[in-house]
């Protein structure tokens, strides 16, 4: 049984960062970790939301779902973070929320903390391995370890190959246009693993 306490942080307009997170979480509890699904704060006008239906529809449906807290970086021992790209980089709701995290890296309290990102866009050469290069910019200034899946597993190679993090291409309906379940999960217990060789290795 696994002590790790995992965030999983997405951000999702439409579902698809959702759904990577949603299969991430279900890989984590079966490894035994104690898990959060958060979601980034929203950033974007109303007016902007409601003019899309697809991401007005997807916003009521998760509603419920919690928003991410500063507290829930401090709880976690591991992060995984599902981004959409923009640009080559984050969405803006991601890179707004990482702006706030100063505190806690000067206390110190994102060091050691072990992270894995995956990312989304709408075509094969989006973005994606960028986007979550960038994340993991962030995450050497915190001190944190990376656990990039590499090609630890079979399903790396039959999900896309993306060495850094799962990535899925996303068409103009929202459909994945690979089957990256199985890299999801894999790179999600991946993550447990090696997060609870760093605790308990550190106690």
Same mark, same amino acid.
């Given at each position: 049984? %696994?002590?790790?306490?995992? !965030?999983?942080?997405?951000?999702?307009?439409?579902?698809?960062?959702?759904?990577?997170?949603?299969?991430?979480?279900?890989?984590?509890?079966?490894?035994?970790?104690?898990?959060?699904?958060?979601?980034?704060?929203?950033?974007?006008?109303?007016?902007?939301?409601?003019?899309?239906?697809?991401?007005?529809?997807?916003?009521?449906?998760?509603?419920?779902?919690?928003? !991410?807290?500063?507290?829930?970086?401090? #709880?976690?021992?591991?992060?995984?973070?599902?981004?959409?790209?923009?640009?080559?980089?984050?969405?803006?709701?991601?890179?707004?929320?990482?702006?706030?995290?100063?505190?806690? #890296?000067?206390?110190?309290?994102?060091?050691?903390?072990?992270? %894995?990102?995956? %990312?989304?866009?709408?075509? !094969?050469?989006?973005?994606?391995?960028?986007?979550?290069? %960038?994340?993991?910019?962030?995450?050497?200034?915190?001190?944190?370890?990376?656990?990039?899946?590499?090609?630890?597993?079979?399903?790396?190679?039959?999900?896309?190959?993306?060495?850094?993090?799962?990535?899925?291409?996303?068409?103009?309906?929202?459909?994945?246009?690979?089957?990256?379940?199985?890299?999801?999960?894999?790179?999600?217990?991946?993550?447990?693993?090696?997060?609870?060789?760093?605790?308990?290795?550190?106690?």
């Amino acid at each position: 049984m %696994s002590n790790v306490k995992l !965030a999983i942080m997405y951000y999702s307009s439409t579902g698809t960062n959702y759904k990577l997170a949603q299969w991430a979480e279900e890989a984590a509890k079966e490894a035994g970790a104690e898990v959060k699904l958060v979601k980034f704060p929203e950033t974007a006008p109303e007016a902007a939301i409601q003019s899309n239906p697809a991401w007005a529809k997807h916003a009521e449906a998760t509603k419920d779902v919690p928003t !991410a807290q500063l507290d829930d970086l401090e #709880w976690a021992d591991a992060y995984i973070f599902s981004v959409p790209t923009r640009f080559g980089n984050p969405a803006s709701q991601v890179s707004s929320f990482f702006d706030t995290t100063g505190g806690l #890296w000067f206390q110190g309290k994102l060091a050691n903390k072990v992270v %894995s990102a995956m %990312s989304s866009a709408q075509n !094969a050469h989006g973005g994606q391995e960028k986007t979550i290069q %960038s994340v993991y910019t962030t995450m050497m200034h915190w001190g944190a370890i990376i656990a990039a899946p590499g090609y630890t597993d079979p399903v790396i190679f039959a999900s896309g190959g993306n060495p850094y993090g799962t990535s899925v291409t996303v068409d103009q309906d929202g459909n994945m246009q690979e089957d990256v379940e199985a890299a999801v999960k894999h790179q999600a217990k991946r993550t447990i693993q090696i997060a609870a060789a760093v605790k308990n290795g550190l106690q």
